[in-house]
């Protein structure tokens, strides 16, 4: 059984930083994609950024710049470093990780997710 275990969501000021982490437990392998997605409430999940297993990196156009995706592949960890947050950036952030079980098929595993508040 595949876990995802999001951290780093909180409360903070318009301008300030958060780290984000996640790490990936269990049967997995050979783990592809690693992405940050986010929902607001009222609003659709969307992508933030994701990032391959050889480091490739996108970003949604509104986070160029101020986030950065980084991933540990020994450790089975993606972070998300947020800079200048503004209150857009408020919702619920999800990670999600392409990879393998022993014997299955390639699919994608979700977190529960991890809640970023920002203060204007």
């Known amino acids: 059984q595949v876990q995802l275990v999001e951290s780093g969501g909180g409360l903070v000021q318009a301008g300030g930083s958060l780290r984000l982490s996640c790490v990936a437990s269990g049967n997995i392998f050979n783990i592809l994609i690693m992405s940050w997605y986010r929902q607001a409430p009222g609003k659709q999940r969307e992508s933030v950024a994701s990032i391959t297993s050889t480091g490739s990196t996108n970003y949604a156009d509104s986070v160029k710049g101020r986030f950065t995706i980084s991933r540990d592949n020994a450790k089975k960890t993606v972070y998300l470093q947020m800079n200048s947050l503004t209150p857009d950036d408020a919702a619920t952030y999800y990670c999600?990780?392409?990879?393998?079980?022993?014997?299955?098929?390639?699919?994608?595993?979700w977190g529960q997710g991890t809640q970023v508040t920002v203060s204007s």
């Open positions: 999600k990780v392409q990879g393998y079980v022993r014997g299955g098929p390639l699919r994608d595993y």
